[in-house]
């Protein structure tokens, strides 16, 4: 894709935006934001975001099986924002964990499955143009998601992977504005790992 090309993919895609493009968007971006401050409240913007958005999904675009996955993860945020609060074993603030690789290994294997599985339905009912590579990125964020309610360090690798995965994956559907925001995910992540790295080896430091 040409810079010129670029641009001016850009600029027609910003001027097609919707206040509730916008919304989601903007929600999103603090969610992602906030998350890497290790704000618990995160997880409202991130409920607003995906409640919005699954109202966009059935109202406006009849895009049901990507509906029925923002609900998800709107279930997802309540969960999330109880377990930064409370999920501790004492009640308290969850503090940051991380994974032993070997949880690594199956989370990568029940990932690749969910893949197959996920990419299979959406080839055969859906008609999405890149069924294996968007639910490589559905599946995987789903688990991202879960290490990311339990305050796993690593889910911050996963997101970085994710979204840059996505960054090429919307810009080959000449998605610019999309991509941009992935990007802006990819360069949060990369904080959000530094950050929670930094206050995890302070906790657990004599």
């Known amino acids: ?5 670029f641009f001016s993919l850009l600029a027609e895609q910003l001027k097609s935006q919707t206040l ?3 919304a989601i968007t903007i929600t999103a971006i603090l969610y992602v934001w906030l998350a890497a401050k290790e704000v ?7 409920i607003i975001s995906c409640g919005l958005w699954a109202w966009a999904d059935f109202a406006r675009y009849n895009l049901w099986v990507d509906g029925v996955l923002q609900v998800f993860y709107v279930g997802m945020g309540v969960w999330g924002l109880y377990s930064w609060k409370f999920g501790s074993a004492s009640g308290a603030k ?14 990568l294997l ?8 996920l990419g299979f339905v959406f080839k055969k ?19 991202a998601t879960f290490l990311t309610i339990r305050k796993v360090l690593e889910n911050w690798l996963y997101w970085m992977v994710l979204d ?38 302070i906790v657990v430091s004599p």
Do not use: K, N
Not at 127 to 143: G, K, Q, R, V
Not at 171 to 186: C, Q
């Open 1 to 5: 894709m040409e810079l010129q090309q």
């Open 20 to 22: 509730l493009d916008w």
């Open 40 to 46: 618990a409240w995160c997880w409202v913007f991130g």
């Open 94 to 107: 969850l503090p940051i964990a991380r994974l032993p690789v070997r949880g690594h290994f199956w989370l």
């Open 110 to 117: 029940a990932g690749l499955a969910l893949t197959l599985a």
């Open 125 to 143: 009912y859906t008609p999405t143009s890149l069924p294996y590579a968007d639910s490589f990125i559905t599946a995987f964020s789903i688990i």
């Open 164 to 201: 840059t995965l996505a960054v090429f994956l919307f810009l080959s559907r000449e998605a610019v504005l999309v991509a941009g925001v992935m990007l802006v995910y990819t360069i949060v992540s990369v904080y959000g790992y530094r950050r929670w790295r930094r206050e995890f080896e």
